[in-house]
């Protein structure tokens, strides 16, 4: 008789606890899938249509965002993903921001924690912010002008014949010696509380002789403008507990580079 009241209280306190497990993860997959969204965004911010599928190559924010969330407890369809530039249009510039939005529903096993959520289905969103990337292009070289045909002689009587001057070849321009730059970081406490701690991010990042790198950092606390730096070395509170993901993208004429690495903010 007592199994019999126990073994349901039993079952419906585990699917809670289920339930519990998969509103965590399904927080932590909508974060990440927004930071996805929104380090794909740094890179090609035009390649976003709203609405639209996932296509490798004019929208490429959604592929990143469901890449994320696919096989997870939430599903996430191009609707639910929006994006906005500050300025508007998005264009790649320094000190440019894209701020990647995403939304989806859940829904709850039991209706236990149905109080605390808000019902027992519910709205779960995030949103993260990156700085704009932007790769130095190399300027094109002025064509050398062709030298004019020299007019055809006009017979002399004389047997002798003057000869025609040689034209020298025009230099061809120098091709460009960069390449691609390798990213690379440290932080200076990986680990600090929050409001109090001075994160500071030493640029580590690696680039051929002469090419000089701009650098884009994203701190991971969707702060906007606040969030980001173009700076080589920067300093950084975070107003908030959590595990935030760093990125740095490095530019140059030869290219860029990602580095991310995380730094845990305590109470």
Known sequence: MELAIIA?????LLLAAADLGRVFHAEVTITNAARAGALEAAKHPTSYQAGVACDATT??????????????FVTVTPADIDLVCDPDPCAEALGNTVTVSVEATFSLLTPILAAFMGGQTFDLDAS???????VPTVPGASPSPSPSPSPDPSPDPSPSVEPSPSVEPSP?????????????????PTSGKKKQTDFAFTDLSTTSTDCP?????NFGDGGGASST??????????????VYTVSLVVSNLGGSD???????VTP
């Open 59 to 72: 929208n490429r924010v959604v592929c990143a965002v469901e890449r994320e969330t696919s096989g997870s």
């Open 8 to 12: 349901p209280t039993m079952i419906i």
């Open 213 to 217: 790198l701009t650098w884009s950092w």
């Open 258 to 264: 990602l580095r991310t690495r995380t730094v845990t």
């Open 229 to 242: 730096s173009t700076i080589q070395n920067p300093t950084h509170v975070y107003s908030s507990q959590g």
């Open 172 to 188: 061809s321009p120098s091709p460009n010696p960069c390449i691609a730059p390798v990213s690379d970081f440290s932080i200076s």
């Open 128 to 134: 993260s912010s990156a700085q704009i990337s932007v």
